[in-house]
T-cell receptor, first 114, second 113 residues
Framework: KAGVTQTPRYLIKTRGQQVTLSCSPI?????VSWYQQTPGQGLQFLFE???????NKGNFPGRFSGRQFSNSRSEMNVSTLELGDSALYLC?????????????FGPGTRLLVL | AQSVTQLDSQVPVFEEAPVELRCNYS??????LFWYVQYPNQGLQLLLK??????LVKSINGFEAEFNKSQTSFHLRKPSVHISDTAEYFC???????????FGAGTRLFVKA
């Protein structure tokens, strides 16, 4: 089975721009979670989607949004980028029907905001 | 609200020496506990998890962790480390009812020859 894939792997943007990141979960997985990883803060939970619905949300501003499609693929959007948004963005998938479940992580998208 | 504290940000150790990576959590409800490992330039992989039952859980590569409810800890140990164990290790907690996992800040294990 193919693992979790994330595109693009690397991205450079400037302040004020917006960005969309994509995540394709493992086949059959219906839950996708997004995390922001920075050296100082570790992994911080952004949100989790299951069957196209946001089921959980972390403490991030409204500039961070996401969605999930009927094939379970998910996108994350960050509008009006700030320097502090530079980070590794990880997505993780799981079957999603019960709690808890092992999450399978993608390699991440490294975003640099200049 | 739940939180996870990993007490050491970096742990240098010589090859074949024992190691303990410490993790404490806080939660007002029952929890599930996880250790994930992140090798350089890779995503996270599950190392081991505690859901219920025996409080000592083991991974296939020699790591083990013990759930201690009274001390709210889930420390990770290995009796003899290898160079290949060099990675960042994350402790995580999930409450038994939700679908949200909270991660600690990570501990960077550096194994020296």
């Amino acid at each position: 089975k193919a693992g979790v894939t994330q595109t693009p792997r690397y991205l450079i943007k400037t302040r004020g721009q917006q960005v969309t990141l994509s995540c394709s979960p493992i086949s059959g997985h219906r839950s996708v979670s997004w995390y922001q990883q920075t050296p100082g803060q570790g992994l911080q939970f952004l949100f989790e989607y299951f069957s196209e619905t946001q089921r959980n949300k972390g403490n991030f501003p409204g500039r961070f949004s996401g969605r999930q499609f009927s094939n379970s693929r998910s996108e994350m959007n960050v509008s009006t980028l700030e320097l502090g948004d530079s980070a590794l963005y990880l997505c993780a998938s799981s079957l999603g029907a019960t709690s808890p479940e092992t999450q399978y992580f993608g390699p991440g998208t490294r975003l640099l905001v200049l | 609200a739940q939180s996870v504290t990993q007490l050491d940000s970096q742990v240098p150790v010589f090859e074949e020496a024992p190691v303990e990576l410490r993790c404490n959590y806080s939660s007002s409800v029952s929890v599930y506990l996880f250790w994930y490992v992140q090798y350089p330039n890779q995503g996270l992989q599950l190392l081991l998890k505690y859901l219920s039952g025996s409080t000592l859980v083991k991974s296939i590569n020699g790591f083990e962790a013990e759930f201690n409810k009274s001390q709210t800890s889930f420390h990770l140990r290995k009796p003899s480390v290898h160079i290949s164990d060099t990675a960042e290790y994350f402790c995580a907690v999930s409450d038994t009812g939700g679908f949200k996992t909270i991660f600690g800040a990570g501990t960077r294990l550096f194994v020296k020859a």
